[in-house]
């Protein structure tokens, strides 16, 4: 079940289902009935709790011309009407702090109305619609996805945090209590690292840890791991705690990047947390609890547990969410949790083949990479239909150059179909759209100018900032990494965060046709990646799980459509015609 409707006469409202968030979408029969809109007031009724009108930034220059309730907040959405036809609600901390009701939640969305003096007219409930809505993280049978919150750069994390506040103490230590004082929010109160990742991870962060508690707390669980960033300090304890049991193995990117090195200027050597990890590791592993540094032609890129029962595989988590400190707080980012034997034993033996390849070539290489793209763990892709979802497809990288074109090439002839239908779509986040030809880039990146499609997608550098304009159908495509914002008035400034702010790695395409699908998981979805890395693509036909990823590509793309607009770039290009130019940035590593 995507969606739920509700209808009051002319007026209706469209509830679109995802992880822990409700996308509500308003129409009218004509224009007739939105003649002389102010907006619309939104109210929320979790299980078993007061209703609450949702909150809005945007509010009227003179409030007292307009009708106004004086026991609600001048930003409530009864007062200030949301002037968009879309709005997605996120339960949280506004009135439910950071542990918000899970279940079924009363929207009433009420049209409101200019009279002929331009005054917004009072509240009338006989123009509003209702409607409930299962609200909570995502659960669909045995499969299972979370999403990061992945909005350090927002007025909600300066509110709640402090616009100062760092996510690491001072030497960013391996390992730290996070249950200490990080920093303190614009009240003046204490705020501890642990608030802030329970906020910044979200449900994220909620199947990570669920999944790693429950294999700490159950003696016959084991896990195997492939991890490529490796830093967060709850994660580094959990494992540390389990090899010592012996009750983990963990392959662990060794490329250079992960790897200590001594500083060109000071000669001094910086060790990297990956260093310091398996060093803690190998010096309190008991049997059969074991580390292997390795990669491929470029980098072991999996972000992959797999928890088996008395050596029977039974879970999978994998996605583009790196277990660092950067990817569950910084980044945004998703993880898919199977709580299948079949998708879990596939995924064990790609672990058990990798470990063994990169056993036999110690060194990155050529040589590693062509061992595993020659199995046939890479070269047939595994298709899966039991998992609670229609339809899984995954392939496991490297792959041998005509697989590549295979998978990629699949991957933008659907993107290419949507112009073919009617009511076409694509919605993306991708990390990175330069720095490699590959075909699913190419088509992303040129989907704003074909007419033909709805398109509306975000990446950490796209060559431009593509704005719909007056009669055009152009699609949008904005940088999810701004440079400093100047917000105007009634917006208070953010934070600028480290590293990368779009992570991602997802396309979705066709919401609301006949068969909607997902591309997703660790895959940068770049030909050089596909071929060098160890990395896995999942393929999900399936209405529900696309339409929660169509919900994050939304929210990303308004919010940093938001924070472009006042972005102060460092360099900028003459725009082309009919476009807003982004600013140039420089290559980035992919992660």
């Known amino acids: 079940m995507g969606f739920i409707i509700a209808n009051n006469a002319q007026f209706t409202v469209k509830a679109y289902i995802g992880d ?9 029969a004509n224009a007739a009935a939105a ?21 809005n930034e945007l509010q009227f220059q003179d409030p007292s011309k307009h009708a106004q309730v004086g026991t609600e907040k001048p930003n409530s959405s009864v007062n200030a009407p949301i002037q968009k036809y879309r709005w997605t609600h996120v339960t949280g901390v506004n009135h439910q702090g950071l542990n918000p009701a899970v279940g079924n939640y009363r929207y009433t969305v009420t ?18 619609a209702s409607l409930t809505v299962p609200v909570g993280p995502f659960k669909k049978g045995s499969f299972a996805l979370g999403f990061t919150r992945g909005y350090m750069q927002s007025e909600a994390f300066a509110h709640h945090f402090g616009n100062k506040t760092l996510i690491e103490p001072a ?11 990080a920093g303190t929010n614009g009240l003046g109160q204490d705020v501890t690292y642990a608030e802030i990742y329970a906020w ?5 962060r909620q199947q990570v840890f ?7 707390n159950d003696s016959t669980l084991q896990v195997d791991v492939f991890a490529y960033d490796f830093n967060e300090p709850d994660i580094v304890g959990i494992c540390l705690a389990l090899a010592k049991q012996g009750r983990i193995k963990i392959i662990l990117d060794n490329a250079a990047l992960h790897v200590s090195q001594k500083d060109k200027k000071t000669g001094k050597l910086i060790v990297t947390p990956e260093d310091q990890f398996t060093d803690l590791f190998n010096k309190q592993a008991k049997p059969p609890a074991a580390i292997l540094r390795g990669c491929f032609d470029r980098y072991s890129h999996d972000k992959i547990f797999i928890v088996s029962k008395n050596g029977s595989p039974e879970q999978v988590l994998t996605g583009s969410t790196n277990f660092s400190v950067t990817g569950l707080y910084v980044n945004a980012n998703h993880v898919l949790v199977f709580h299948d034997e079949t998708v879990a034993k596939h995924y064990a033996q790609v672990f058990q083949q990798s470990w063994t390849i990169l056993t036999q070539h110690p060194k990155k290489s050529t040589a590693a990479s062509g061992a595993f793209s020659g199995t046939a763990l890479a070269t047939q892709p595994f298709t899966d239909q039991s998992a609670s979802v229609s339809k899984v497809s995954i392939t496991y990288s490297p792959h041998t150059a005509n697989d590549v074109a295979k998978i990629l090439g699949g991957i933008s002839n659907r993107i290419a179909q949507e112009a073919t239908v009617k009511n076409g779509n694509v919605l993306f986040a991708v990390m990175q759209l330069t720095g490699s030809n590959t075909p699913v880039y190419e088509s992303l990146s040129n989907l704003h100018a074909n007419q033909s499609v709805y398109s509306y997608g975000i990446s950490d550098a796209p060559s431009g900032t593509f704005l719909y304009s007056s009669g055009s159908k152009d699609g949008v495509l904005v940088t999810g990494k701004p440079g400093k914002t100047t917000l105007p008035a009634p917006f208070d400034q953010v934070p600028i965060p480290p590293g990368h702010e779009i992570h991602d790695k997802f396309v979705v395409c066709g919401i609301n046709g006949d068969d909607p699908v997902v591309y997703c998981g660790s895959s940068n979805l770049a030909t050089g990646g596909e071929q060098e890395n160890g990395d896995n693509l999942l393929e999900i036909h399936d209405a529900d799980v696309a339409t929660a990823f169509a919900i994050e590509a939304l929210l990303l793309v308004d919010h940093y459509n938001f924070l472009d607009r006042y972005a102060s770039p460092k360099k900028a290009k003459a725009p082309k015609a009919g476009r807003t130019n982004a600013k140039a940035r420089p290559k980035a590593k992919k992660s």
């Open 20 to 28: 822990n968030k409700t996308l509500l979408a308003f129409n009218f």
């Open 35 to 55: 003649k002389n809109l102010a907006g619309f007031t939104i109210a929320c009724q979790p299980p078993g709790q007061p209703s609450y009108f949702l909150l």
């Open 111 to 128: 049209p409101r109305y200019f009279d002929q003096n331009q005054s917004m007219q009072a509240l009338d409930d006989s123009k509003s």
């Open 171 to 181: 030497g960013k230590p391996l390992q730290f209590d996070t249950s200490t004082k």
């Open 200 to 204: 910044m991870g979200s449900t994220a």
């Open 210 to 216: 669920d999944l790693l508690n429950g294999v700490l």
